[in-house]
């Protein structure tokens, strides 16, 4: 069952949740360089599920291994608590996923040992 659409200011906490993503232009939006072109193509036919599943989509571009996102909600206007938890959404999906954008990849591994 989606979650209705609600108006919500943006605050703080909710950006807080999502550090990788900016709000410009009434939009949220991440961009994102994978390693390849197949692995960024391999997150977008995941998500895709995930949107489905929420009933919300993403306006998305790729160029080769660069996946750039915006979400917005076209009935309210604005960003409301549907684009925050596809955000989160998309992100949890890129923090379980084998196939890791380079800069997340890079965060989360472990220091080399000597
Ligand atoms: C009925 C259904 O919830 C709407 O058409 C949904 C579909 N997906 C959507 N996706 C996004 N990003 N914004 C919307 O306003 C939107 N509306």
Redesign the pocket.
């Known amino acids: 069952m ?1 979650t209705p ?1 609600r108006p919500v200011e943006l605050s703080a906490q909710h950006l807080a949740s999502i550090p990788e993503w900016t709000f410009k232009d009434n939009k949220l939006y991440r961009r994102i360089e994978f390693g390849s072109f197949p692995e960024a193509i391999g997150f977008m036919c995941q998500a895709a599920f995930t949107c489905e599943r929420m ?4 306006e998305w571009l790729n160029v080769y291994k660069v996946v750039e996102v915006w ?5 309210q206007g604005r960003v409301t608590e549907r ?1 925050v938890q596809l955000a989160q959404a998309l992100d949890a999906q890129l923090q379980k996923s084998a196939i890791k954008a380079p800069e997340a990849a890079a965060r989360t591994s472990p220091a080399p040992h000597n």
């Open positions: 989606p659409a009933d919300h989509h993403p979400l917005t909600s076209h009935d684009d």
